[in-house]
DNA sequence: GTGTCATGCGTAT
DNA sequence: TACGCCTGACACG
């Protein structure tokens, strides 16, 4: 279940293992027929995410389109292998390394101004930080007439945030989700830029979604922190807030509960 | 075993 | 706003 911190890691440790190799491909599932055939003996050059689409880029210039949507799930095996699962989508094998995808959203190979044009859509990722991140999304953002709690989940608008960062970002920099995007001040705008960097490549890095601060808890590290302990608003609706003791609130947002706290995210 | 929910998203109404 | 799609973990009997 992934936000796209994941997507950036798979990116990171799959190409590890893969980048460069020429891979056996198969779809145990069947699922994939025409893209498994096609892949099969190519040598795969690149792995790129950005949002929550991954991008594998093959020498003969195929790109395999996978997003994980609520259930996708990889998995990084090396010799032996065990049996793959029934519902397995794509197989990929180097000599000494399988890739084991199972429930996407999405899987298709695409022509490269195919797979451009998904990625053209797609708003700023925080985690690529590209320099005009922040002015491009701070555009994207102000043509949109809905709630910033609605617009952050738009992946077209900022690509990468998902439902906890929704609720978690918004928190850390005091802005309540029912707050009109167009009303969010520029500087405000930035923050919230820089916060979605700063908390997606930490993600990324442990691989967890962990905002809370450490030391708040009497703990050095992040990875002491109890299960409880990690977020501070995420499905702590009737818990007292972390900062100010005032009770979490939680409503519908665009067809997913948010999380926040009405002192700390006043309206 | 069955039911429910979940870090997502597209399409129809 | 509702539903369909994809799967696994967990609570409940």
């Given at each position: 279940?992934?936000?796209?911190?994941?997507?950036?890691?798979?990116?990171?440790?799959?190409?590890k293992?893969?980048?460069?190799?020429?891979?056996?491909?198969?779809?145990?599932?069947?699922r994939?027929?025409?893209?498994?055939?096609?892949?099969?003996g190519?040598q795969?050059?690149?792995?790129?995410?950005?949002?929550?689409?991954?991008?594998?880029?093959?020498?003969?210039?195929?790109e395999?389109?996978?997003?994980?949507?609520?259930?996708?799930?990889?998995?990084?095996?090396?010799?032996?292998?065990?049996?793959?699962?029934?519902?397995?989508?794509?197989?990929?094998?180097?000599?000494?390394?399988?890739?084991?995808?199972?429930?996407?959203?999405?899987?298709?190979?695409?022509?490269?101004?195919?797979?451009?044009?998904?990625?053209?859509?797609?708003?700023?990722?925080?985690?690529?930080?590209?320099?005009?991140?922040?002015?491009?999304?701070?555009?994207?953002?102000?043509?949109?007439?809905?709630?910033?709690?609605?617009?952050?989940?738009?992946?077209?608008?900022?690509?990468?945030?998902?439902?906890?960062?929704?609720?978690?970002?918004?928190?850390?920099?005091?802005?309540?989700?029912?707050t009109r995007?167009?009303?969010v001040?520029?500087?405000?705008?930035?923050?919230?830029?820089?916060?979605?960097?700063?908390?997606?490549?930490?993600?990324?890095?442990?691989?967890?979604?962990?905002?809370?601060?450490?030391?708040?808890?009497?703990?050095?590290?992040?990875?002491d922190?109890?299960?409880?302990?990690?977020?501070?608003?995420?499905?702590?609706?009737g818990?007292?807030?972390?900062?100010?003791?005032?009770?979490?609130?939680?409503?519908?947002c665009?067809?997913?509960n948010?999380?926040?706290c009405?002192?700390?995210?006043?309206?």
């Amino acid at each position: 279940m992934p936000e796209g911190h994941v997507l950036h890691r798979a990116a990171r440790l799959q190409g590890k293992r893969f980048t460069g190799h020429v891979v056996n491909v198969a779809s145990p599932q069947g699922r994939f027929r025409g893209g498994a055939e096609r892949l099969n003996g190519q040598q795969l050059d690149d792995i790129e995410a950005k949002g929550k689409h991954l991008f594998y880029r093959f020498d003969s210039g195929d790109e395999l389109h996978i997003h994980l949507g609520l259930f996708g799930k990889f998995r990084v095996q090396k010799l032996p292998f065990p049996e793959p699962s029934p519902n397995c989508r794509v197989l990929m094998d180097t000599e000494t390394d399988r890739l084991h995808l199972a429930g996407p959203n999405q899987c298709e190979v695409l022509e490269p101004w195919e797979a451009e044009a998904v990625r053209n859509r797609l708003g700023p990722d925080p985690i690529q930080n590209r320099p005009d991140g922040y002015e491009d999304f701070l555009e994207r953002l102000s043509r949109r007439s809905i709630t910033i709690g609605k617009a952050i989940m738009v992946q077209d608008v900022i690509s990468g945030i998902g439902n906890i960062y929704r609720s978690e970002l918004l928190f850390q920099i005091g802005l309540s989700p029912w707050t009109r995007a167009k009303d969010v001040h520029p500087e405000t705008v930035k923050q919230l830029w820089e916060q979605s960097v700063l908390e997606l490549k930490a993600g990324e890095k442990i691989g967890k979604i962990i905002t809370t601060n450490p030391s708040e808890f009497g703990v050095e590290k992040r990875k002491d922190l109890g299960r409880w302990d990690r977020l501070y608003v995420y499905k702590r609706h009737g818990r007292p807030c972390r900062r100010c003791e005032t009770e979490i609130l939680a409503a519908d947002c665009d067809g997913r509960n948010a999380w926040w706290c009405p002192s700390c995210q006043p309206d």
